[in-house]
């Protein structure tokens, strides 16, 4: 599976964003992990087919993960970004295999 991400740029804190990512095909699972400079890769938030979610505690009640089956399509909206949410976010599938798209940059300036 490919996975083809947009969206990232930069935004002044409390500002927003969305990220979205297309695969080239059905997925069972789909997110978004962020790597920021320095540290490892870290979860963001991940959504099943059937819409379940789960979210990592630092962007709880500021993201949502939402997905359009129907267009392979996953997509991360941000509000209330902060400094610390500056990373380079990677969108993830899991299917048979994990899939990894290429990273959009995220920075967020204070």
């Known amino acids: 599976v490919q996975l083809q991400a947009s969206g990232g740029g930069l935004v002044q804190a409390g500002g927003s964003l969305r990220l979205s990512c297309a695969a080239s095909?059905?997925?069972?699972?789909m997110g978004w992990y962020r790597q920021a400079p320095g540290k490892q890769r870290e979860l963001v938030a991940v959504?099943?087919?059937?819409?379940?979610?789960r979210y990592a505690d630092p962007v709880k009640g500021r993201f949502t993960i939402s997905r359009d089956n129907a267009k392979n399509t996953v997509y991360l909206q941000m509000n209330s970004l902060k400094p610390e949410d500056t990373a380079v976010y990677y969108c993830?599938?899991?299917?048979?295999?994990?899939?990894w798209g290429q990273g959009t940059q995220v920075t967020v300036s204070s």
């Open positions: 959504i099943g087919s059937g819409g379940s979610a």
């Open positions: 095909g059905s997925i069972n699972v």
């Open positions: 993830y599938a899991l299917s048979v295999e994990v899939s």
